[in-house]
């Protein structure tokens, strides 16, 4: 999740593959959101709430998170938890579809309302994350 490389260090290659980078991460999340309101509007999903038009300030907001800081989430934070890489595509599917294993959707294991992204401070054996 650290992002902490300020623009004055960077060259303007370097500098390009960022704005490049940001910009994907804002246009699948974008795509998640159409799709996954596709998905639930034909019935295939039960509910789904999305992010679609919060993609560029997540993006500015996960720029100055650093590893190990505390947020109380909004259940819009996709793109903030794509750009954070907290959350894959893949999970924010299994979440969408409540898929009941953890190891597909990390947040809840299917347990709560899509939209509500969370990471887990325990290990399997109960001992805290460091």
């Known amino acids: ?6 623009t004055k260090d960077l060259s303007f290659d370097d500098f390009k593959k960022l704005i490049l980078s940001d910009y994907q991460i804002v246009c699948e999340s974008r795509q998640a959101s159409l799709i996954g309101r ?7 999903a039960k509910f789904g709430i999305f992010g ?3 993609e560029l300030a997540q993006i500015a907001m996960a720029k100055v998170f650093k590893n190990g800081d505390f947020r109380s989430g909004y259940y819009r934070d996709q793109t903030f938890m794509f750009a954070a890489k907290l959350l894959t595509m ?5 979440q969408l579809y409540a898929h009941p294993d953890v190891a597909a959707d990390p ?3 299917g347990r709560c309302m899509n939209g509500h992204y969370s990471t ?3 290990n399997e054996d109960g001992s ?3």
Do not use: C, I, P, Y
């Open 1 to 6: 999740m650290q992002h902490k490389t300020s």
């Open 38 to 44: 596709k998905e639930v509007l034909t019935g295939k």
């Open 52 to 54: 679609d038009g919060k």
């Open 90 to 94: 893949e999970e924010f599917f299994a």
């Open 107 to 109: 947040s809840s294991a």
């Open 120 to 122: 887990r401070l325990l």
């Open 128 to 130: 805290w994350k460091t």
